[in-house]
């Protein structure tokens, strides 16, 4: 893929940055970046309606930040929002948070909560459900076949693999699955009118009661009758030796449930749409898997970067990268920013399934490093060893559309046209 197209600095970029609709355009925001990584990596943004911030776009400053867990904390604000949302967050709820989760916390609350579920993610003991993935992965190829040679690969096939890997792990029925992706596609695409419940002020916390409503049911199961599932272990959990809050419990489930499926689904649909784009790098991962897929999968994570943004909030002065920026002083990490940085990733805005340097930033990094990063790499790794074994051919088969969303985004559309074993 070429570089992107510059677009010069202007007043309104400010503005431009933090509206929904701009993130549609992937290469609006590619040069956006680009702009801002060569000219004001560390700049102090004031868009319309939200609280100022700074804008940091440079890998090695963001992996800095997020190094320091003393000088810059997640709490109170873990992620960019307007501050009508905050307003009604604390007029309706009397809190700082909608959701209160491993996103929002700081130490101590973030090791004793993170402790919780943390087991269920490692290596180790993920092994026990390889299997399970790779025949999901198998049903999700079958499927391509069902549609009979064209679907819309992120409707019919991408969102539907990792809900129904992250949902057998929560101990979710498969039932309930598409309440689920809908709830979740109305918390992350709350901006999108594609996705978001409606247009009342109130809608995201809606959505929220719902999951809340949803979890207490399922923590009342759970309680009474644990079994095998991450839903038990939060369920049951004791913080300081009392049962674990219902505002945390509910938060521990919502970032399980939607983060733990979302993100993954942005990942298969846009390698997949990145190895349509460049079939050389398709044909390279076809005919060597093992040799390539661990270092495509990181590729693939890294070109998407699904989660576009968290905030730090300094805890006293400091200089970054010669830039002062004082106590009370938050900053954005643009992730996709710092994962096409020039100075880090050889020849960033090129594809390629064998890149040795893929050291992203997508997972985060330090303390708040994801917590289900090696699900998440084990599902890209089995769907697409089964997809380049059984799809002999796939192109595409109309436009591909993406998300409006600062927050979590990638694909919302991906028609394509296929052959299949």
Not at 106 to 120: G, I, K, M, S
Not at 151 to 166: G, L, N, S, T
Request: net charge negative; glycine share 4%.
């Amino acid at each position: 893929m070429d570089d992107p197209v510059v677009f010069t600095s202007s007043p309104a970029l400010d503005d431009e940055l933090v509206k929904s609709q701009n993130w549609g355009n992937e290469e609006w925001v590619n040069a956006q970046f680009k702009w801002l990584r060569n000219n004001d990596p560390i700049r102090k943004i004031e868009p319309q309606g939200y609280d100022p911030f700074w804008s940091l776009t440079r890998f090695e400053d963001i992996q800095n930040v997020e190094s320091d867990k003393e000088t810059f904390i997640n709490d109170p604000r873990p992620i960019l929002a307007p501050k009508l949302l905050e307003v009604l967050v604390s007029q309706m709820f009397g809190r700082r948070h909608l959701v209160r989760s491993l996103i929002t916390m700081d130490a101590p609350d973030h090791l004793q909560y993170r402790t919780v579920a943390q087991p269920w993610f490692m290596r180790g003991n993920l092994r026990k459900i390889e299997d399970t993935v790779n025949q999901l992965a198998v049903t999700s190829v079958d499927k391509l076949w069902e549609h009979g040679g064209e679907c819309d690969f992120v409707k019919d096939i991408a969102v539907w693999y990792p809900i129904r890997v992250i949902m057998s792990i929560l101990g979710v029925p498969e039932s309930d699955e598409p309440l689920m992706m809908k709830l979740t596609q109305e918390l992350f695409g709350s901006s999108d009118p594609d996705t978001r419940r409606s247009f009342e002020q109130t809608a995201l916390m809606d959505v929220v009661e719902d999951f809340n409503t949803y979890f207490r049911k399922l923590t009342e199961s759970r309680r009474k009758n644990p079994t095998d599932d991450v839903a038990s272990v939060i369920a049951n959990a004791e913080i300081n030796g009392e049962p674990m809050p219902e505002l945390e419990t509910n938060g521990y489930y919502t970032i399980i449930a939607t983060a733990g499926h979302d993100t993954t689904s942005s990942s298969i649909a846009g390698g997949l749409l990145a190895l349509v784009q460049n079939p050389d790098q398709m044909q390279k991962l076809r005919q060597d898997p093992d040799r390539y897929m661990a270092s495509a999968v990181e590729e693939m994570i890294r070109w998407v970067t699904p989660v576009r943004q968290f905030m730090r909030t300094a805890t006293k002065d400091v200089v970054v990268s010669g830039t002062s920026i004082s106590e009370g002083d938050s900053c954005v990490l643009w992730y996709p920013s710092a994962n096409r940085d020039e100075s880090v990733f050889d020849s960033p805005y090129e594809f390629r399934v064998d890149r040795s340097d893929s050291k992203h930033l997508a997972f985060g990094h330090g303390v708040h490093l994801c917590l289900g990063q090696h699900l998440a790499r084990m599902e890209l790794s089995a769907f697409f060893r089964e997809f380049v074994r059984r799809v002999k051919h796939v192109e595409l088969n109309g436009e591909p559309r993406y998300s409006q969303s600062v927050f979590v985004g990638g694909l919302k559309a991906l028609p394509i046209r296929y052959q299949i074993d």
